[in-house]
């Protein structure tokens, strides 16, 4: 196992800002391994979700995608290799979380906040609903945008000047 510190990439942002886009290029540029919650989501849940999901079937389900995707990241931050992690992290509280899940691991979080105007990101969406591209894992539909919309917690000025003092732009 490498005892050096790596890197764990924390893509953060609302809906359809371009972090998937922005993550994949990272993890060229990084020479990292990336995990994307919305890929994990529909393959582990994909043919499960009831005609009506809400935010009470999807979170725990989150939880459980981000828990594994956690359990691999930290196997291969320990062989030497960074990590980037798309994984929602919709709340202060989970961006904290993941931070001292990587700190306690004995590595480097560094955050990057992706984000984009809401008019660009609603065109987003539908247009990556009808193309069903690279970055596409499943519709998000008006109803679900918007709850998502709502549950997204935009980061404090505090959490935007870490990201700025470790050298990210944001979008």
């Excluded at 828990?67 to 062989?79: D, F, M, N, R, Y």
């Excluded at 990587?102 to 105007?117: L, N, P, R, T, Y």
């Amino acid at each position: 196992m490498n005892t050096q510190p790596q890197t764990a990439h924390l893509i953060y942002g609302p809906t359809a800002a371009g972090k998937s886009t922005f993550a994949r290029k990272l993890a060229v540029q990084a020479n990292g391994v990336r995990f994307a919650i919305d890929e994990w989501m529909h393959a582990m849940f994909g043919s499960d979700v009831p005609s009506s999901k809400d935010m009470a079937w999807v979170m725990p389900r989150v939880a459980r995608c981000q828990a594994q995707i956690w359990s691999v990241a930290e196997q291969i931050l320990g062989t030497g290799t960074d990590v980037v992690l798309e994984l929602g992290l919709l709340r202060r509280a989970d961006r904290a979380a993941i931070k001292s899940k990587v700190e306690q691991a004995g590595h480097v979080a560094v955050f990057h906040f992706v984000d984009a105007d809401l008019a660009i990101r609603r065109e987003r969406v539908l247009r990556r609903n009808i193309e069903k591209g690279e970055t596409y894992s499943f519709d998000v539909t008006p109803v679900m945008f918007e709850a998502m919309e709502s549950y997204f917690e935009r980061p404090t000025e505090s959490e935007l000047s870490i990201s700025r003092r470790q050298g990210v732009s944001e979008k």
